[in-house]
């Protein structure tokens, strides 16, 4: 496949959807306490209501709501003090008419009754009367018995990546094991002769490799279990050897370098070799991250980034990461954290091309401002510095200084 027609990035996006159809999540069960961040297989059903009784929300007196209606400061409600609730304990008390009893916040209700009158609308005449200075409407500060969860239904469905507030849910149900997919396998091959790994001296013509542990991480928190497999040279002998070790050994390979057109770029030639599908596209009408490879030996996806490492980022952000949450199962991606931001200068784009800027935030009273980090893509410090990124679609030819954007944060914002 000659790299000469740029495929549209949404286009690519469906391609690489639509390849990975019917490839089987692999899945394990493993504890609650381990579950944070994996993706659920299967719907997770609570066997049992939340709460497993009514309860109140409050310190005060349950009572029967009609017994309070037209109650007020100069026409209290009077009641007869039937006895008292203990926290974490059954009871027994049936309110009749014109009976109240002592609650504590999360106490269980008594039967008949319904709402519960807060201690500070309330007086004390005596040990055995209650005075209520405010109606209770029916419900009033009380959890029904089933109100949060009921029995029988979904408490976190198939394909949901678990975050703390799940994880609370599932505990409340009492749901100790958690079936999720297992991590997904990611070799990483770094390409290039110019290459050191990070704890060599870096020598002149030398850089050290930044894309293996950058892709890397990123991969890891998208829940990928990231094995690198070093530095390549540039021979194809050796790249199309790692190559077939990393397709043999793992779900999906990421290449960093070798994604153009040189005479020492090897990707296309070593998928083409090691067996079908190959190579599905090569190009993208991206900004960073143009001469991008994408293609399959058998049912595992290859991806060959560029080796510029804001070009490689961009891609892996929005294409790898797609393909591993695909194949780990999850369902919808997480809507990433964006704020509104007011651009400071103009930024030309080419129309039929999704850019994709790094933004520095700033604050101005209540309002964000967001600055361009220009630079090429082979300075990794544009990335380091960036609070956000900024997306200009193909249908637009830029964005104009004052115009408000919207900013995907890839850093927490005060």
Same mark, same amino acid.
């Given at each position: ?81 039937? %006895? ?74 198939? %394909? ?237 030819? %830029? ?16």
């Amino acid at each position: 496949m000659e790299f000469i027609q740029c495929m549209p990035l949404a286009q690519a996006r469906e391609l690489i959807m639509g390849s990975l159809e019917g490839i089987p999540v692999k899945g394990e069960t493993v504890p609650l306490i381990d579950a944070l961040g994996r993706i659920t297989t299967e719907d997770i059903i609570t066997r049992e209501n939340l709460p497993p009784f009514s309860r109140s929300t409050v310190d005060g007196y349950a009572v029967r709501s009609a017994d309070t209606f037209g109650a007020s400061e100069t026409s209290p409600s009077l009641f007869f003090l039937t %006895g008292e609730i203990l926290m974490g304990q059954q009871t027994d008390i049936v309110l009749q008419p014109g009976q109240a009893a002592a609650i504590p916040t999360g106490g269980m209700l008594p039967a008949e009754a319904d709402a519960v009158v807060m201690l500070e609308y309330t007086e004390r005449p005596d040990e055995h009367t209650l005075l209520a200075l405010k109606t209770a409407a029916p419900g009033e500060n009380v959890v029904a018995k089933g109100e949060d969860l009921q029995a029988d239904t979904v408490v976190v469905p198939r %394909g949901q990546r678990l975050a703390p507030q799940h994880i609370g849910a599932l505990a409340a149900c009492g749901c100790t094991a958690i079936p999720v997919s297992k991590k997904l396998q990611v070799a990483i091959i770094s390409t290039g002769d110019e290459l050191v790994d990070i704890n060599e001296t870096v020598g002149f013509g030398k850089i050290r490799d930044i894309n293996s542990y950058a892709i890397g991480a990123m991969l890891a928190e998208t829940g990928c279990q990231v094995k690198s497999m070093g530095i390549v040279r540039d021979s194809y002998d050796q790249f199309h050897a790692a190559l077939a070790e990393a397709v043999s050994t793992s779900q999906m390979v990421v290449i960093s370098g070798g994604s153009s057109v040189g005479a020492r770029d090897f990707t296309v030639k070593a998928l083409g070799a090691l067996g079908a599908p190959g190579v599905l596209l090569h190009g993208i009408a991206l900004k960073p991250g143009k001469p991008t490879i994408y293609g399959m030996v058998d049912k595992v996806p290859v991806f060959g980034l560029p080796g510029h490492p804001v070009a490689a980022m961009t891609v892996c952000n929005q294409l790898v990461k797609l393909a591993a949450r695909t194949l780990m199962g999850q369902k919808e991606a997480e809507k990433a954290a964006a704020i509104s931001a007011r651009l400071v200068r103009n930024v030309a784009s080419t129309p039929g091309r999704d850019d994709f800027i790094n933004i520095r935030l700033t604050k101005q009273d209540d309002q964000y401002i967001a600055e361009p980090i220009l630079g090429k893509s082979g300075l990794v410090s544009t990335m380091a510095q960036a609070d956000g990124i900024m997306h200009i679609p193909a249908d637009k030819s %830029g964005v104009y200084n004052g115009e408000t954007i919207d900013v995907v944060l890839i850093k927490s914002m005060p």
